[in-house]
C-alpha cells in the first residue's frame, strides 16, 4: 500500500475550466508538497503546506491536517498547464528526512 | 533555479558493469537525496544525505551505495547494474522552508 495517494490518475480537461487533484495520505506528516513534472521530465516545486491554504497565480493548495487530505487547484485552466502533478509527504515516520510521493496526476489541457 | 546538475543525463550500460552518477549542487544545502522514478511508481527514495560523510538508507537502498565527500557533491554507485535498475534518477536537495530542488535526471538503460 502506497503511503500516498493521488486521484485521479489521468485528468483531461478544455481550456478555461476548473480542474481539482486530490492526495490522501496514510501517514504522521510535518509538511506537504505539490511538485509538477514536464513532459520534459523536470520536477519543480509549486507549494509546501503544513496547513491551511496557499496561493500562487491561477494554482491555489489546501490541506486538512485531520482528514490526511489535500487538493490543488488550478483556476481557468491552460494548455501550458499540461504536466504531471505529484504530491508528496515529509513523514514523521522515520527519525531522517523520509518523504513520500504519489504516482502522480497526468493533466491534458485542450485548447 | 536551484543549481543542480547530474552526469551523465543519459547512459547504457551492461548488465554487471558497475555506474556511478553525479549530483552537483552549488547551494550549499545540506540535505541530498536520489531518487528512482519508474512508471507506476511515485519517486522512491534509494538514499539520501544529512551532511558531508553523513548517508542514510532510503526504502530501495538494496544495489545502491553513497558517498558525500564534499557537501556540493553526491555520487550514487551501482556497484553491478542489473535490468531492474534501468529508471530515471533525480538527484535533489532540500532547502529553506523544506521546498526541495530536483536535478534535470539521468535515464539509465542497463541492457
Known amino acids: 500500500k502506497n503511503e500516498v495517494e493521488q486521484s485521479p490518475q489521468n485528468l483531461t480537461a478544455q481550456e478555461g475550466e476548473f480542474i481539482t487533484i486530490n492526495c490522501s495520505y496514510s501517514?504522521?506528516?510535518?509538511?506537504l508538497h505539490w511538485l509538477q513534472q514536464h513532459p520534459g521530465g523536470g520536477i519543480v516545486s509549486l507549494f509546501m503546506?503544513?496547513?491551511g491554504k496557499k496561493k500562487h497565480g491561477r494554482l491555489i493548495a489546501t490541506i486538512n491536517i485531520q482528514e490526511k487530505h489535500s487538493s490543488l487547484h488550478i483556476t481557468a485552466s491552460h494548455p501550458r498547464d499540461s504536466a504531471v502533478y505529484i504530491c508528496?509527504?515529509?513523514?514523521?515516520?522515520?527519525?531522517?528526512?523520509?518523504?513520500?510521493f504519489g504516482t502522480g496526476t497526468s493533466l491534458t489541457v485542450i485548447p | 533555479d536551484a543549481g543542480i546538475t547530474q552526469s551523465p543525463r543519459h547512459k547504457v550500460t551492461e548488465t554487471g558493469t558497475p555506474v556511478t552518477l553525479r549530483c552537483h549542487q552549488t547551494e550549499n544545502h545540506r540535505y541530498m537525496y536520489w531518487y528512482r522514478q519508474d512508471p507506476g511508481h511515485g519517486l522512491r527514495l534509494i538514499h539520501y544525505s544529512y551532511g558531508v560523510k553523513d548517508t542514510d538508507k532510503g526504502e530501495v537502498s538494496d544495489g545502491y551505495s553513497v558517498s558525500r565527500s564534499k557537501t556540493e557533491d553526491f555520487l550514487l554507485t551501482l556497484e553491478s547494474a542489473t535490468s531492474s535498475q534501468t529508471s530515471v534518477y533525480f538527484c535533489a536537495t532540500r532547502g529553506g522552508l523544506e521546498t526541495q530542488y530536483f536535478g534535470p535526471g539521468t535515464r539509465l538503460l542497463v541492457l
Open positions: 503546506l503544513s496547513s
Open positions: 508528496a509527504v515529509r513523514s514523521t515516520k522515520h527519525t531522517g528526512n523520509q518523504f513520500y
Open positions: 501517514v504522521g506528516i510535518s509538511a
